[in-house]
């Protein structure tokens, strides 16, 4: 609203001079040359220009679109952090809406929105990242070269819990039940599932890296060096346990299933009690 209450439509708040505002045409123009079918998307230009008014002073922001469409945001936000060495992060979210079986987007093999945003962003920062190389080889150049921006991104998708319902309600279920508790987690979760689960329970950031490794043929996961190590397999032996506990991480998670028996969980306790006293251990 202006002074005297008066609507101001954004047209007048921000000229095409200002922004370099690019026509739905050109918009067009820019997703077909990734190769993204895709309709009515918003111009790069025009997000790149709100992005850049909007962390100016802050070029570690986090930039979140709701309705990301074909993620003209995440390419905007790359192809700014590109031009002034930003470590800019963005949160994209899209509900899976299917594309229509009619059209082009469907006949390519995206089967929903989220399939085409995340394709797009994979060949928006392959595109800049190129560009930014192939400037730096060229001669006769006076400018310093353009540092290469983290293209890289993680996907997550919103589910139900983990675990099945005895897990948080076992006093609904009786003796006759027994042969569903056989474990606490839903047959169809994966290490990586239950990984995720366990960093939104404990309030732990989703984007810190992660690195998965061996250990006497075990699956050890470590999330961002030792904020939480988890290990979901089956029969861990005690060496690797004791492996996990001399890392010292600040929180430890096994599931129960890894476990024979009652007497060698007591034991993974007892070992962390003495090799990292101040691990938090828990088991699903």
């Known amino acids: 609203l202006d002074t005297d209450n008066s609507f101001i439509a954004p047209s007048d708040l921000i000229s095409d001079e200002e922004c370099g505002v690019k026509r739905n045409t050109e918009a067009d123009a820019e997703l077909k040359k990734l190769r993204i079918p895709f309709d009515y998307s918003k111009p790069v230009s025009l997000i790149h220009y709100l992005a850049k008014a909007s962390t100016y002073n802050s070029f570690d922001s986090l930039v979140m679109d709701f309705f990301s469409g074909s993620a003209t945001t995440a390419h905007a936000v790359m192809q700014l952090n590109a031009e002034d060495g930003g470590k800019r992060k963005f949160i994209m979210v899209q509900l899976p809406e299917l594309t229509d079986e009619k059209s082009e987007a469907y006949k390519a093999g995206y089967k929903n929105i989220c399939e085409i945003g995340k394709e797009r962003i994979r060949r928006a920062g392959e595109k800049i990242k190129s560009e930014i190389e192939a400037k ?8 310093e070269p353009k540092q290469v921006p983290d293209i890289g991104f993680r996907v997550l998708k919103l589910a139900d819990s983990n675990m099945k319902d005895v897990y948080y309600n076992p006093q609904a279920y009786n003796q006759e039940m027994i042969s569903d508790m056989e474990s606490n987690i839903k047959e169809d979760r994966n290490d990586l599932d239950l990984l995720f689960g366990c960093l939104l329970e404990w309030g732990l950031p989703l984007s810190m890296p992660y690195t998965s490794e061996q250990i006497e043929g ?10 939480l190590v988890a290990c979901f397999d089956e029969n861990i032996p005690e060496t690797v346990v004791k492996q996990i506990a001399s890392r010292q991480p600040l929180r430890a998670v096994f599931r129960d299933g890894s476990f024979s028996s009652s007497p060698e969980k007591i034991n993974v306790a007892e070992i962390f009690k003495l090799l990292a006293p101040n691990t938090h251990v828990k088991v699903l």
């Open 136 to 143: 730096a080889l060229q001669p006769g150049l006076t400018d």
């Open 218 to 227: 075990i699956t050890v996961h470590t999330y961002n060096e030792g904020d």
